[in-house]
């Protein structure tokens, strides 16, 4: 069975209905030529007048309550006319656009058949309404072929669309893409999207939306280090304030596909899909191919964008909703040293700063006294646990910590049983393997036999210890991932089978947690988020890293998803040395944990650790639902964020020193986000409330003991920090009077 973000292959003709966030209404209704969707503050305006494929003629803005005749006002008020030596009609842009609607961008539809039916014409044949959820199924006879293309307009104002091709008659199809577009407006000058790698995951990077394309393709086997994660055009100058911005994020974690697309005419659109090797999806007759939703975001600044996202994702029914446990994970403090009476000390450790889980890393398995060998052979390392997990397990569960552990099931060390015994198992093209990464190869998950053992060995695990969580990892990308013994490309059906895997578990152990962490953030995704319950955002946690890559992860994913540790003083993956304060007040506004041998920490260290715990204990229900919010940069030098609830009653926010700023004071700092009608308190928060600072003595307000004004004022003409010291932060925690 498939889910809603699976692209598949099957024999249905038709996708499954759209089955998330309950926004639809269960009976479809008459529909009109012009479709008018609108929720959360926002538009959607379909024009399905041609009787063909949808053509959005408006997404933006909430447009209020249109007649039918306002609404063809709309799609009419939107056409540019004709001008010399072009097509004959103005130039739309339908949901698949094709060159068969007049389209000479990207395709939204490519493929062929020995070379024909490569330009289908669809016609739509069957339209069905459901609350916010738009379904047409278009045919074309000729090329044997029909499409389904979905868009719903979620509660948040989210939206989504996806398309499936079917082949309904005549010879194999080859499927080469398949990816919506939404047209943005000419107003949107700027395209803005994340780059990184490894240990610097999302860099922003912004340019003009010049004629042409932006394309970001990610053929590493999964979302990838350098993914985009969202692509975002906006007008001039947008901010996380200002400014319009539209966004789109595919939801999928294999190879995928996002890009800008200016015509010369002026016309732009967004758009993203799956991204097939040769040869992936090849469809017979009566055969299905249902791409992966793409989600799309419309606000006024970034915040307001990411904003439908966090929304969407706490309304799904599988979304953590117990407060998010203080972690311990076990790497930077022991890596490969498992000695059971060292990790009990550990765990004792970590249950006197107030620790609630307590994660076991690599090395617990047969042969992995290093990263060189024994993936793949997932059985309890006799010579280091010769009495089995049960002695560490029940320690931890003696001092009221739950347990996690750490596997890497898709991975295998050739240096491994498992891959002498089935060296035919490991992804390949036919007749060689591909280059190791990290000693690695990857395990086809798509060979049965595989597939099985690992279900196999992971249900034994889970099934036999007491274990809450596990921490999924997935190590090296998918570099000529090949199916045996053929070498056929098989990103596509490895993305499909982890699915299956990590349902079919979820299915038989719901209680139990999972975080998708791969290399850090690189699995990152809508996708992938539907299985599991955290990601790790990097396996960087030098704080000053961190600060830019959980400010644009955010632009996804709410905080209580983004696991955020705080490491050691000097830093494993840096070197850098950072004060307690910097790395705890860091890690405070995501899923808190320690990666630290905190039995080896001073009493002073423990204590400070401490009552940063209880500080996270205290915060967590409001960062964990309320709203992010970005102020634009003062300077380069800092930034401001912070978390501010539903209701605007209360919020905490962190002002970070970078590095050294170019002027003597900071200049008044605004804090964004709160209701400029209310009359807020403005304190420092402890333990975050005494950073090194440059100056003889903080500004006056804080020696007052706090100030209380205007969330207008405080957004407009903010406060005057003190002028801290490179790599500080300082903590303000703003209620409502």
């Not at 070197?575 to 009493?603: C, N, P, Q």
């Given at each position: 069975m498939t889910t809603p973000s699976d692209p598949t292959t099957t024999p249905a003709t038709a996708p499954a209905p759209a089955t998330a966030a309950a926004t639809a209404e269960p009976t479809a209704t008459a529909v009109p030529s012009v479709v008018h969707l609108t929720s959360g503050g926002v538009s959607v305006v379909l024009d399905l007048s041609a009787g063909r494929l949808p053509v959005v003629a408006w997404w933006g803005a909430a447009l209020g309550d249109l007649s039918a005749d306002e609404l063809d006002a709309v799609v009419r008020g939107g056409l540019a006319g004709v001008v010399p030596n072009e097509l004959d009609e103005p130039e739309v842009v339908e949901l698949l656009p094709l060159a068969s609607g007049g389209w000479r961008g990207q395709p939204g539809l490519e493929g062929h058949s020995a070379g024909t039916s490569w330009t289908p014409l669809f016609r739509a044949q069957a339209t069905t309404l459901a609350g916010r959820v738009l379904t047409v199924h278009g045919v074309d006879e000729q090329s044997g072929l029909a499409v389904d293309v979905v868009v719903e307009l979620l509660g948040s104002g989210l939206l989504r669309s996806r398309a499936a091709v079917t082949r309904t008659s005549g010879d194999e199809f080859v499927v080469d893409s398949l990816q919506v577009a939404l047209p943005v407006p000419r107003r949107a000058q700027e395209v803005l999207d994340l780059a990184g790698r490894w240990g610097r995951e999302r860099a922003p990077q912004r340019l003009p939306f010049a004629v042409g394309a932006h394309l970001r393709d990610s053929r590493r086997g999964r979302t990838g280090a350098d993914a985009s994660l969202v692509l975002a055009?906006?007008?001039?100058?947008?901010?996380?304030?200002?400014?319009?911005?539209?966004?789109?994020h595919v939801a999928w974690s294999g190879d995928h596909r996002e890009y800008a697309e200016r015509m010369a005419s002026g016309t732009s659109v967004i758009s993203g899909g799956e991204l097939l090797l040769p040869g992936e999806v090849r469809l017979a007759a009566g055969e299905t191919y249902q791409g992966p939703w793409a989600y799309a975001s419309w606000g006024r600044g970034l915040d307001a964008a990411a904003a439908r996202f966090h929304e969407h994702l706490r309304s799904r029914a599988g979304h953590p909703s117990s407060p998010r446990p203080v972690v311990l994970n076990t790497w930077e403090a022991v890596y490969f040293d498992h000695d059971l009476d060292r990790l009990v000390e550990l765990a004792r450790a970590a249950a006197e700063v107030g620790a609630e889980r307590f994660v076991l890393d690599d090395g617990w398995f047969r042969g992995r006294r290093d990263d060189t060998a024994g993936l793949g052979d997932w059985f309890v390392d006799e010579t280091v646990w010769p009495d089995g997990l049960e002695p560490l397990i029940g320690a931890v569960r003696e001092l009221g910590l739950d347990f996690g552990i750490w596997v890497e099931p898709e991975m295998v060390n050739p240096d491994s049983d498992l891959a002498r015994a089935h060296p035919e198992w490991m992804l390949a093209p036919a007749g060689r393997l591909p280059m190791t990464g990290r000693s690695q190869q990857v395990l086809d998950l798509g060979h049965p036999e595989a597939y099985e053992y690992l279900l196999e060995r992971l249900t034994d695990l889970l099934g036999s210890h007491d274990v809450a969580y596990v921490k999924w990892d997935h190590n090296r990308d998918l570099l000529e991932a090949g199916h045996s013994p053929t070498g056929t490309p098989g990103v596509h059906e490895q993305t499909l089978a982890l699915y299956r895997l990590l349902d079919e578990l979820r299915g038989r152990f719901p209680a139990v947690e999972i975080e998708s962490c791969s290399s850090g953030g690189a699995r990152a995704d809508l996708g992938v988020l539907e299985r599991t319950d955290r990601v790790w955002a990097s396996d960087n946690i030098d704080p000053l890293e961190r600060q830019q890559i959980q400010r644009w992860t955010s632009q996804l994913l709410p905080g209580e998803i983004v696991g955020s540790h705080v490491g050691s003083?000097?830093?494993?993956?840096?070197?850098?040395?950072?004060?307690?304060?910097?790395?705890?007040?860091?890690?405070?506004?995501?899923?808190?944990?320690?990666?630290?041998?905190?039995?080896?920490?001073?009493?002073?260290?423990?204590?400070?650790?401490?009552r940063w715990v209880d500080l996270y204990k205290e915060v967590r229900p409001l960062v964990h639902t309320g709203r992010v919010v970005r102020a634009d940069h003062v300077d380069e030098s800092s930034l401001l964020h912070g978390v501010v609830s539903q209701d605007g009653s209360d919020a905490l926010f962190a002002f970070v020193q970078l590095t050294t700023p170019l002027t003597s004071a900071t200049g008044p700092v605004p804090l964004p986000g709160l209701d400029p009608a209310r009359r807020y308190r403005v304190e420092l928060q402890a333990p975050g409330d005494v950073p090194r600072t440059r100056s003889d003595s903080p500004p006056p307000w804080i020696t007052d003991g706090g100030v209380v004004l205007s969330g207008g004022v405080l957004a407009e003409q903010g406060l005057q920090l003190p002028a801290l010291h490179p790599e500080q932060l300082l903590l303000l925690r703003v209620t409502a009077l």
């Open positions: 055009a906006g007008t001039p100058g947008f901010g996380f304030s200002s400014g319009e911005v539209w966004t789109l003083p000097h830093s494993h993956s840096t070197g850098r040395t950072h004060t307690l304060a910097f790395r705890a007040g860091t890690a405070l506004f995501g899923h808190f944990g320690i990666e630290w041998d905190v039995s080896r920490a001073s009493a002073d260290e423990r204590a400070e650790l401490a």
